[in-house]
T-cell receptor
Framework: GAVVSQHPSWVICKSGTSVKIECRSLDFQATTMFWYRQFPKQSLMLMATSNEGSKATYEQGVEKDKFLINHASLTLSTLTVTSAHPEDSSFYIC???????????FGSGTRLTVV | QQPVQSPQAVILREGEDAVINCSSSKALYSVHWYRQKHGEAPVFLMILLKGGEQKGHEKISASFNEKKQQSSLYLTASQLSYSGTYFCGTGGQNTGNQFYFGTGTSLTVIP
């Protein structure tokens, strides 16, 4: 079945630094990937849609200059949290439309802690 | 565009049944159900595509109403392992292919 690999699974960084999270589709090509953020005891909120070869589209209220998305190839999308602050600490998860079975495959998530 | 779930939280004793509802103001292209354990990624349970559809197995099943605006997840004879947060979600043609999760329902099964 379709597999999405997400790295790292957890990261701790200092306030003001940048963190990159990778999302790879292992056995299928993903022209579109999605990035979510989840705060404790809340739902997973869609942040942005990553499109291979073009600019990402961001949901309302998400700062595009803070959350940089690059979809460099049909199998790789990256999310960079720039100048991270403690309020950016959250669980970030990616997914891809795989057109197989149920259509959306999720990565295992990244727990970001900014200290 | 986020589907609304009810109840927000429920506590069950082992062996009891539960129903989780998912509602949308607009017809949905599809409805997906996920379960998430604390600190983990959501795990896919099932997808419903057709109005009036019912699917699942003996213990966990779901329905999608004819108007495709409501879905319910049925948990029968609950087990401790059923504890977690359940999310419905929708994606596909009516959302520009983006996938949106519902508000979530926390389910706790106690001995």
């Amino acid at each position: 079945g379709a597999v999405v690999s997400q790295h790292p699974s957890w990261v701790i960084c200092k306030s003001g630094t940048s963190v990159k999270i990778e999302c790879r589709s292992l056995d299928f090509q993903a022209t579109t990937m999605f990035w979510y953020r989840q705060f404790p005891k809340q739902s997973l909120m869609l942040m942005a849609t990553s499109n291979e070869g073009s600019k990402a589209t961001y949901e309302q209220g998400v700062e595009k200059d803070k959350f940089l998305i690059n979809h460099a190839s049909l199998t790789l999308s990256t999310l960079t949290v720039t100048s991270a602050h403690p309020e950016d600490s959250s669980f970030y998860i990616c997914s891809a439309r795989d057109n197989v079975g149920y259509g959306y495959t999720f990565g295992s998530g990244t727990r970001l802690t900014v200290v | 565009q986020q589907p609304v779930q009810s109840p927000q939280a429920v506590i069950l004793r082992e062996g009891e049944d539960a129903v989780i509802n998912c509602s949308s103001s607009k017809a949905l292209y599809s409805v997906h159900w996920y379960r998430q354990k604390h600190g983990e990624a959501p795990v896919f349970l099932m997808i419903l595509l057709k109005g009036g559809e019912q699917k699942g197995h003996e213990k966990i099943s779901a329905s999608f109403n004819e108007k495709k605006q409501q879905s319910s997840l049925y948990l029968t004879a609950s087990q401790l392992s059923y504890s977690g947060t359940y999310f419905c979600g929708t994606g596909g043609q009516n959302t520009g292919n983006q996938f949106y999760f519902g508000t979530g329902t926390s389910l706790t099964v106690i001995p």
